[in-house]
């Protein structure tokens, strides 16, 4: 009987043996990926924006007149390595391009209808691909718990159905409860297709945007 037990343990090893190489069929653990030797995976905390306390604003300078506005439904998450690492940092955004708003009626409406073509291209997309230091952080002085970096980076951004990678550069304050990111920079509405905007006399204003953003985001629930 020990005999006929052995038999029977050896044949069920040989025959998963042989359904796992001729049909890939999965042993448990056996496709388990395993870190290399001495690699740690960099540990990703994840927050997210707080659309009420934060902001994109906008300036388009023209001729004879310039157009502010900014945008009011901003949603997204980060994640943030621990101990001072940016490695595996990313980020994604997306803000509602018909919440554009201005302080002049008209100027919102062609902003609107004109320049941003909301009801053809609603969502303005942006993701961050890459993080580094861009230099020393920025003591705080004794005793206080905030921490600060400059930062630089990469993004994708998808606005009026065009993808462009641009290069980022911004101060990252933490608090100990808030991540406050601070930043500003410019974008070509050419190189998104873009209308330029229209002032006296119809004529087309400048192609440059510049671009300021304010944003304030929470660690997410565990």
Do not use: Q
């Not at 927050?47 to 001729?63: E, N």
């Amino acid at each position: 009987m020990r005999a006929k037990g052995k038999s029977l343990i050896a044949g069920v090893a040989a025959l998963l043996c042989f359904l796992t190489a001729c049909f890939l069929i999965p042993l448990p653990g056996a496709f388990a990926a395993k870190p290399a030797t001495g690699v740690k995976t960099p540990v990703l905390y994840r927050y997210l924006i707080d659309g009420r306390k934060s902001r994109v604003s906008f300036t388009f300078r023209g001729v004879l007149i310039s157009y502010d506005g900014h945008f009011g439904v901003l949603e997204g998450e980060l994640f943030l390595g621990s101990r001072n690492s940016f490695r595996g940092a990313s980020g994604k955004f997306l803000i509602k391009a018909a919440s554009v708003k201005s302080k002049r009626p008209e100027h919102r409406r062609m902003l609107y209808g004109e320049v941003l073509e909301a009801e053809e291209y609603p969502d303005i997309d942006f993701r961050v691909t890459s993080v580094e230091p861009g230099g020393e952080s920025v003591d705080r002085g004794p005793g206080r718990r905030e921490k600060e970096w400059r930062l630089r980076g990469r993004g994708v951004l998808k606005m009026h159905g065009t993808r462009r990678t641009i290069p980022l550069s911004f101060r990252l304050t933490d608090t100990g409860a808030n991540l406050y990111i601070r930043g500003k920079g410019s974008i070509s509405l050419s190189d998104f297709g873009m209308s330029r905007p229209k002032v006296l006399l119809l004529v087309p204003g400048g192609d440059r945007v510049e671009v300021t953003v304010r944003l304030v985001a929470s660690p997410a629930p565990r």
